[in-house]
């Protein structure tokens, strides 16, 4: 699947939350959306917990 049809689908799913349920259940399944986006990440090996840490915390890194 591409990231464009993964994206559509996302927001198809958000804009009828919206619809069907309000404005809060879009927030709540926003957020939810994007915890499992970053728990997948993480399991996939393609985000670094320790660079986004290091980064909330205002320490950059070059490399």
């Not at 559509?8 to 957020?31: I, R, S």
């Not at 959306?33 to 670094?48: F, K, N, S």
């Amino acid at each position: 699947m591409s990231a464009t049809v993964v994206g559509a689908g996302a927001g198809a799913v958000l804009a009828l939350t919206w619809v069907a349920l309000g404005f809060w259940a879009f927030v709540l399944v926003a957020v939810a959306m994007l915890v499992g986006a970053a728990v997948g990440r993480i399991a996939d090996g393609r985000l670094d917990v320790m660079a986004v840490a290091d980064a909330f915390r205002g320490r950059r890194s070059s490399s």
